[in-house]
């Protein structure tokens, strides 16, 4: 009988961390980017493909309530979602994301981020230069991604030089170099939900030329 209350109770308190190891994690995650964005009081960011929109509520309180956070989506009812957050929070306003355009207006941050996005991107050459486009002078973008899992298949429509779900990280400095980015930090122990997972953060610069 001990030991069974024993064995209930460890189960209840493995319940109970779990997602306080998940939360743990996106703060984790947003105080990096906070580092490396330069996020601060009244600066203008933007997440690409938000999906639930916790790093997007925690961009906002890093920002402030004299900063913007846009915040995009593709999918209707992920979108949905964070058009409920952007009516919480005055400093969200929430994108109707296209396949070939971020919809974000030109020169409108000063960063932008992804996260485990990219590598499903059906149009990345014209995504790219839309994220040219709507990046400030001197801003920056972090896009954090992972390497091709092993035995997996490229998304469907996305370009099959991926060889798996996810994007070799020399394929995706490629492109976006391409695009008129270059390379500010490299970052190959991101935090990640699973162990098995490599995620990594490649931080680029739009240069004032």
Same mark, same amino acid.
């Given at each position: 009988?001990?030991?069974?209350?024993?064995?209930?109770?460890?189960?209840?308190?493995?319940?109970?961390?779990?997602?306080?190891?998940?939360?743990?994690?996106?703060? %984790?995650?947003?105080?990096?980017?906070?580092?490396? *964005?330069?996020? /601060?009081?009244?600066?203008?960011? !933007?997440? &690409?493909? =938000?999906?639930?929109?916790?790093?997007?509520?925690?961009?906002?309180?890093?920002?402030?309530?004299?900063?913007?956070?846009?915040?995009?989506?593709?999918?209707?009812?992920?979108?949905?979602?964070?058009?409920?957050?952007?009516?919480?929070?005055?400093?969200?306003?929430?994108?109707?994301?296209?396949?070939?355009?971020?919809?974000?207006?030109? %020169?409108?941050?000063?960063?932008?981020?992804?996260? *485990?996005?990219? /590598?499903?991107?059906?149009?990345? !050459?014209? &995504?790219? =230069?839309?994220?040219?486009?709507?990046?400030?002078?001197?801003?920056?973008?972090?896009?954090?991604?992972?390497?091709?899992?092993?035995?997996?298949?490229?998304?469907?429509?996305?370009?099959?030089?991926?060889?798996?779900?996810?994007?070799?990280?020399?394929?995706?400095?490629?492109?976006?170099?391409?695009?008129?980015?270059?390379?500010?930090?490299?970052?190959?122990?991101?935090?990640?939900?699973?162990?098995?997972?490599?995620?990594?953060?490649?931080?680029?610069?739009?240069?004032?030329?």
């Amino acid at each position: 009988m001990l030991r069974r209350s024993l064995l209930l109770g460890l189960a209840l308190c493995a319940f109970a961390v779990a997602p306080c190891r998940g939360q743990d994690t996106w703060q %984790a995650e947003a105080k990096l980017l906070a580092g490396l *964005l330069n996020w /601060h009081d009244g600066a203008v960011v !933007a997440e &690409i493909g =938000a999906g639930n929109g916790k790093l997007t509520v925690l961009a906002a309180q890093r920002v402030g309530p004299t900063g913007k956070v846009y915040t995009t989506e593709l999918d209707l009812d992920k979108l949905a979602h964070l058009r409920e957050l952007a009516a919480k929070d005055r400093n969200i306003t929430a994108v109707k994301a296209a396949e070939a355009d971020t919809n974000l207006p030109a %020169a409108c941050c000063d960063s932008i981020f992804m996260r *485990l996005v990219y /590598h499903h991107l059906t149009k990345p !050459a014209d &995504i790219d =230069a839309s994220l040219f486009r709507s990046v400030k002078p001197g801003g920056r973008l972090a896009v954090i991604d992972e390497d091709p899992l092993e035995g997996s298949s490229v998304p469907e429509g996305v370009p099959k030089n991926r060889s798996g779900h996810g994007i070799p990280q020399k394929i995706l400095v490629s492109e976006l170099t391409a695009a008129g980015f270059e390379v500010e930090s490299i970052r190959n122990d991101w935090p990640s939900r699973d162990a098995s997972h490599l995620i990594y953060c490649v931080v680029f610069r739009k240069t004032n030329r």
